[in-house]
């Protein structure tokens, strides 16, 4: 069972609109990323976070922001939305860094939420 | 981080062992594999990871070459169930912040 939800699971919306796709989990991980994703193609990360008020982008540029004032939520937020920010939505999260460490099991084990399909029309 | 080559698709027999390779013929000593699946544009989902020895949890078992420049995950009985895209990634646990995943190997169960 899924302990990191995402919200809404798909959205279709026009052009200009503002939307923000939520993700929460209940693992009390420090550690919480976005990924986007086009059909059939490789994830990419777009923004990662390892902390409360602390928030990275990833090695994808991307039009949205993402915010972290409470640990168990991660929104990222599209100010105006394009036809080029449809994709799919995956917000992860983890016990440790990705960048644990020597020795440290749990590194690099990603805990993702079921995606958020956003087309914008 | 080293590359890894996976075959873009494989068919299994529902019921039989689904055997799905990985070459990374240019692991580094401290470099782990690990292995996740994504089902149906599901996020993906952490299946297992080992360094140089072989590994086995309730999902499936890993198999690492004595040179480690390949691997095999191992569902034992595939089911429908089990049809998903299979990624194989090798990383160290220092580094960037980032994990990498390519188009991985796309499982299809056959009943």
């Known amino acids: 069972e899924a302990d990191i939800y995402q919200t809404p699971r798909y959205l279709v919306i026009g052009t200009g609109k503002k939307i923000t796709l939520e993700c929460s989990q209940t693992?009390?991980?420090?550690?919480m990323y976005w990924y986007q994703q086009d059909p059939g193609m490789e994830l990419h990360l777009i923004h990662y976070?390892?902390?409360?008020?602390?928030?990275e982008k990833g090695d994808l540029s991307s039009e949205s922001t993402v915010s972290r004032i409470r640990t168990e939520h991660f929104p990222l937020t599209l100010e105006s939305a394009r036809p080029s920010h449809t994709s799919q939505y995956l917000c992860a999260s983890s016990e440790y860094p990705l960048a644990g460490g020597p020795g440290l099991r749990g590194a690099n084990v990603l805990t993702f939420g079921a995606g958020s399909r956003l087309t914008v029309l | 981080d080293a590359k890894t080559t996976q075959p873009p698709s494989m068919d299994c027999a529902e019921g039989r062992a689904a055997n799905l390779p990985c070459n990374h013929s240019t692991i580094s000593g401290n470099e782990y594999v690990y292995w996740y699946r994504q089902i149906h544009s599901q996020g993906p989902q952490y299946i297992i990871h080992?360094?140089?020895n072989n590994e086995t949890n309730e999902m499936a078992s890993l198999i690492i070459t004595e040179d480690r420049k390949s691997s095999t995950l191992i569902l034992p009985h595939a089911t429908l169930r089990d049809t998903a895209v299979y990624y194989c990634i090798v990383r160290g646990q220092t580094g960037a912040n980032n994990l990498f995943f390519g188009t991985g190997t796309r499982l299809t169960v056959i009943p």
């Open positions: 693992m009390g991980h420090d550690k």
């Open positions: 976070s390892y902390g409360v008020n602390s928030t």
């Open positions: 080992g360094l140089k």
